[in-house]
């Protein structure tokens, strides 16, 4: 994705370009500053997004991730109006020095030097500098009527015409595949319309989900590509990892030590990739929601697609950012997106079988074994299982624990696997009174 930053004040162009240095790894292709008559604005940029660019005369930078998944900044009314897409996709964050003067950038790292006060602007929104409007939210849809054949082919072309659009945007484009249902679908629609899609796999030896990637490559006829990991691998980027994605949420950081290697491993070949994130809240692919009351179901997956943003979705974006690539999210396509809401849960889940409506949409279009695979955490599919964990136990010694876990701002950490993130997220960043900008997992483990 691309990086935009930029400050409410005219005569701030060595500010915004410090504050690009710090987000350079989001473009690669191409960096400007324009100074207007209220404000000064800046963007980096990868070759996927160089027409994003060419907005920035006009008083505009935008980190247009794909359609209708954007960060925007406007010279607008004398002054600067800060939107973000309705999910949150693409990041956006902001602050006021010391003169009350407004600052913003894609990633926090890059207000650091200039803000004390950080805040994210919330997805969906607009921010005028004073007040935060929300503009939109995802809302519950009537149900269809329709039998499930209907629905699924009806799906079907849903997902087919996100791919299409993603791969009409051009440059070289690849697929992150895990193997499992979502990826799989991404990889396996993508190869149908992509010119030379190549797909990217990893995992420590013997992980599930290199095994099952190396089958859907095989039967999509993919070009794969794979990162074989020992454990010590996982341990040595632990910090650069933290950086990228300024958090120390356990289970985000978890399930982002093999992407962010894949997603290096993508960058050497193509300039974005598909990525299979919110097919699991959108057709309830979490082995908890089974055991939720039906009617209760509806409100649930709409609260965790709610919670994306600065979770999952982080992960998404920064794996691919660091890397200067480009994440495309099919599922996550705004008419996808409509049409999932609007699925019965009873087709989400049936006979116990997750996600039932998605496998029948893809059938015939994936291995037998992979429509039919169970739900696997990311980190477990990938092989890092309780390794991290364990490895934090044997670093953090229970006394050290207990003393470091509350932070000076009150917030508790859950386990010493998230202290040891924490210790390099500090090193970092420094501490902080408000953490309110940085997400927790819903459902994270505590001691």
Known sequence: MAGIAGVNKPGKERQVKMMLDKIAHRGGYGAEVEEKKENTLGIVYPKVQSESAQKLNKGIVADEAEDSHSAVARAENGGLTLKRDLLGIAPLYYGKDKGGDLYFASEVKALLDFCDDIKQVPKGSRFDGKKVKMQSMIEPKQEFKKDSEQIAEGLKQKLIHSIQKRVELGGKIGSWLSGGLDSSTMSALAKKYADDL??????????????????????????????????????????????????????????????????????????????????????????YLKDMDREKLPNELLDITDRLHNTALQRV??????????????????????????????????????????????????????????????????????????YAEKQITDEDFQKERTLKNGRVLNTKEELLYYRYFKEHFGEFKDLSWMGRTKGAPEV
Do not use: C
């Open 317 to 390: 974006d920064r794996s691919a950012s660091a890397h200067g690539t480009v994440a495309h999210i099919g599922f996550l396509d705004q008419e996808v997106v409509d049409y999932a809401m609007k699925i019965p849960v009873k087709y989400k889940i049936r006979d116990g079988v997750e996600k039932w409506i998605l496998r029948r949409a893809m059938q015939g279009e994936l291995p037998e074994s992979v429509l039919n695979r169970k739900k696997a955490k990311f980190w477990k599919g990938a092989g890092v299982s309780d390794l991290i964990s364990e």
């Open 198 to 287: 190549q797909t990217f796999a990893a995992g420590i030896k013997g992980a599930p989900d290199l095994e099952y990637a190396r089958e859907v490559a095989r039967f999509i006829d993919s070009e794969h590509h794979e990162v074989v990991l020992n454990f010590s691998d996982l341990i040595k980027i632990l910090p650069e990892v933290v950086y990228h994605l300024e958090s120390f949420d356990a289970l985000l950081i978890r399930s982002t030590l093999t992407n962010y290697l894949v997603a290096e491993k993508a960058s050497d070949h193509v300039e974005s990739v598909f990525s299979g994130e919110g097919g699991d809240e959108l057709f309830a692919g979490y082995a």
